[in-house]
């Protein structure tokens, strides 16, 4: 497995076959079926400290002055309608509503200091866990 991210990717085909595949970017894939050439469904990005798929928020040592972080390497992104990159902070079904920040500040991600923005389900144009499809 080469350094830097790692992905799962999920595949369907037209043909009905689905499979999914590790690979070092969200790339297409040739159906194991047919061999027709299939765009990921879904991805799935990896975290870097416990290398599992599906993290839930690992403890990162920062350094010996900061303590802990969380884990943010598999936040959900999402592109607002008005252009703008974000990453969402959470999720509020009831009100339907998003609390988002801008992806510039993922990597110092702080959630005591950030600034989120309250946007409505309305201003959103899509959201995923896959960077890159997000901000198509």
């Not at 369907?12 to 970017?25: I, K, L, M, P, Y």
């Not at 299939?38 to 975290?47: G, K, T």
């Not at 900061?66 to 009831?94: H, I, Q, W």
Request: charged share 25%.
């Amino acid at each position: 497995m080469s350094e830097g991210p790692w992905f799962l990717n999920h595949y369907v085909c037209v043909c009905g076959c689905t499979w999914d595949d590790e690979h070092d970017c969200t790339c297409n894939d040739h159906c194991p079926v047919c061999n027709k050439e299939i765009v990921p469904e879904s991805s799935d990005e990896q975290c870097p400290v416990c290398k599992k798929f599906t993290c839930d928020g690992c403890e990162i040592p920062v350094d010996a002055n900061n303590g802990k972080e969380a884990c943010m390497f598999n936040p959900t992104y999402c592109k607002l309608k008005d252009g703008r990159e974000m990453v969402v902070f959470s999720d509020n079904t009831d009100e339907e509503t998003m609390h988002v920040f801008p992806v510039r500040e993922l990597e110092g991600f702080d959630a005591e200091s950030i600034c989120c923005v309250e946007v409505p389900y309305s201003a959103i144009a899509r959201t995923d866990r896959n960077r890159v499809a997000a901000y198509l």
